[in-house]
DNA sequence: AGACCCAGTTACCCACAGGTAAGTCATACC
DNA sequence: GGTATGACTTACCTGTGGGTAACTGGGTCT
């Protein structure tokens, strides 16, 4: 939160961390594609999720770009990988602890979102 | 929210609805500077927000790129611009009651950014 | 041996967000 | 008349997020 001081004048030295972390924020779950990623993962939690069911249920992604999103994701411990001992061998992604953190983001996110809608059509 | 049924399988539609609505959310507020000014004009209600008193303020943002920003967040009902009779002519930006709306987001985005930072430094 | 599957890479391409620099239009001051 | 200021445009350029297609590497099945 931004501290109000006596004054009403905000808090120059908070202001400019809060833009950092929302540029950190934005960076890190922005783009097309690692906001659904995380509520993907985050909604199959009991399922085995390998490479290429994510590849086929998540809309029109491609293996580069998918490839791509979930290494950035796992090294910022949003979500693990565990490559499993299966033939042909199969890769589990699942999300962490630490990245359910982000699934009340994306709600709030979301209802923003279907509220902006009703609004815009009155 | 996600309902959830019975068997604790996600509603798709609800769940496509909310795909849609985060689209909505970032395509409208994502970006380099939308966050930016809105931020900007939220903790400057009181004061006479010009156009050049936000370029020189706001980082460093061209005249084009705040041109477009504003424009579009004033369709969206976000921010308002008001053409005053002083000479030169000078226009007043400020932010509307439902662009108002978008400042607890951008607290929780801010937040977890904070928090994130934390986080993986250690 | 040949075909198939998973989990990625690699190389190449393109649209577009965003940046730079200069120009326009109206008014006002010296 | 010349210069300045506010509020934008306009023309041009560039970096990169993301897309396509093909390929690698290891294993299995028939």
Same mark, same amino acid.
Request: hydrophobic letters at 35%.
């Given at each position: 939160? +931004?501290?109000?001081? /006596?004054?009403?004048?905000? &808090? /120059?030295?908070?202001? /400019? ?5 929302? &540029? #950190?924020?934005? /960076? ?6 690692? =906001? ?23 809309? &029109? $992604?491609? +293996?580069?770009? =998918?490839?791509?999103?979930?290494? #950035?994701?796992?090294?910022?411990? =949003? $979500?693990?990988?565990?490559?499993? #001992? ?7 992604? +699942? $999300? ?11 709600? &709030? $996110? ?13």
């Amino acid at each position: 939160m +931004a501290t109000i001081k /006596e004054k009403g004048q905000i &808090n /120059e030295a908070t202001c /400019e961390q809060e833009r950092l972390a929302i &540029n #950190d924020t934005l /960076e890190l779950l922005g783009g097309k594609w690692r =906001l659904r990623i995380m509520r993907y993962l985050g909604s199959r939690e009991q399922e085995h999720n390998t490479f290429k069911k994510m590849q086929r249920e998540i809309g &029109n $992604i491609s +293996a580069k770009v =998918l490839a791509n999103e979930l290494a #950035d994701l796992e090294q910022n411990m =949003l $979500i693990t990988r565990t490559v499993m #001992d299966s033939r042909p061998v199969t890769v589990r992604y +699942a $999300i962490s602890t630490y990245g359910k953190t982000v699934l009340p983001l994306t709600e &709030n $996110i979301a209802q923003w979102g279907l509220d902006h809608r009703k609004m815009i059509r009155s």
